[in-house]
């Protein structure tokens, strides 16, 4: 299970402490930074279009986080991959380490964003948690790494990816560096980890019969924001592009069959090991949606002062022509 969220998320959602979310404005605000002049970003409100980009981008990262998180149960449950650790662990570094390979983050630098997306999506769980009053903020027991652990996991893995471009992610709020010089191990692990997966249980001739593999399954939706995302899911071609490659990968012993559907009062994601189906709940897709409304809504910050983001995003923005601050 990728995440359970509390029913009474809407009523959290307003009780958010804008001093925490500093870095999610941050990033959500390099959309919207007018082109520079001598020295000096103006931020601008988004148009339309622009606003319902970062909503979708924002979207997709985290969809396609959470279905690679729940075919890696898939994957621990119909091939014989040995753990040395938690389930939930294991899922969540498949998922962030095939993201990195599938975007090619070592050489594409705007494929860091899709990461960033999802790891500052736990970030804002971890904060929703915090501001909920009384013992049950946190499940210290729940067999998911805590949500604030789950974002320095991501960040640590996508730093060790690529640790020169992500430098400046060191020793920040991001990247404590006391993690971070673990971290260029850890995704070498990772990665050995995956070449071990593949080489072990890749498709191969002798195996294209039966051809079993992911197949995908929408339930008709029944409220209009529901039906908006499902309709960028289609027309992105993400999920049966994932559930395509997943399938040409892996010899599936039997098939798994990747369903959206209806969970009223049930904000999830879950793969369940008797069916061999994963299930995506359009509620949870909802607070993603949620969660990438809240960021668009805050006022734009200068995404060129900062050091780091101006690092990773500066030239798309036009801060290459600025002075260094
Ligand atoms: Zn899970």
Redesign the pocket.
Known sequence: ???AMMPVLRQKAAAFRRGGFLLCAVLFSLMFVAPVTADEVIPREPTGEEREQVLRDFVLANVEFTLL??I??ALIHQFPIPLFGR??DA??QMATTFMILRHNTDIDPTAMNQLLMVSVEWLSEWEEEESTAGPSAHAFWD??SLAIQRFYNVNCLLFGANPDELSFLLDTEMLPAERGFDCEQAYKQAFEANLWLLSSFARTESTLVPFDGIVVEYEATRNPRHEMVRGWLIESGLVQEIASRTTEFFAWPQPVRLFFDNCPGSAE???NRNVSEIVICYELLDVFLEKSEMFVSRSAVVVCANAGLRRLYGESFGCADRPED
Do not use: F
């Open positions: 299970m990728v995440g998180h729940e890696g149960h389930e939930e899922a969540d067999s998911h994601a879950y793969y």
